[in-house]
């Protein structure tokens, strides 16, 4: 069964900060990249940040700098470490896997994060 639970969201200050986190089941874990997307009100889903399955790193413009990607191979976690949170930071966040093999997304159920100015 494929799992995909995030956790971390919540209302933070402009400047502050939030780690996010991901736990996927371990054979999801192994076999696929990993990544983060965020939809605001009123916009589409959007590209935050994504680790290959080997640990090679990508980030949006729009984060770089400020959140940081990372995997935690004994653990089936990947953490987004998000700091200088601005509000149009908020939005829903959303863990997201794919498999290089197959092609195939999965996504978890989304986490809230609110950036009050």
């Known amino acids: 069964q494929v799992q995909l639970v995030e956790s971390g969201g919540g209302l933070v200050e402009a400047g502050g900060s939030l780690r996010l986190s991901c736990v996927a089941s371990?054979?999801?874990?192994?076999?696929?990249?990993i990544g983060w997307y965020r939809e605001a009100p009123g916009k589409q889903r959007e590209f935050v940040a994504r680790?290959?399955?080997?640990?090679?790193?990508a980030t949006a413009d729009s984060v770089k700098g400020r959140f940081r990607i990372s995997r935690d191979n004994a653990k089936n976690t990947v953490y987004l470490d998000m700091n200088s949170l601005k509000p149009e930071d908020t939005g829903v966040y959303y863990c997201?896997?794919?498999?290089?093999?197959?092609?195939?997304?999965?996504w978890g159920q989304g986490t809230q994060v609110t950036v009050s100015s």
């Open positions: 680790v290959t399955k080997d640990g090679a790193t």
């Open positions: 997201n896997s794919f498999m290089p093999i197959i092609g195939v997304n999965y």
């Open positions: 371990r054979g999801i874990f192994i076999t696929s990249d």
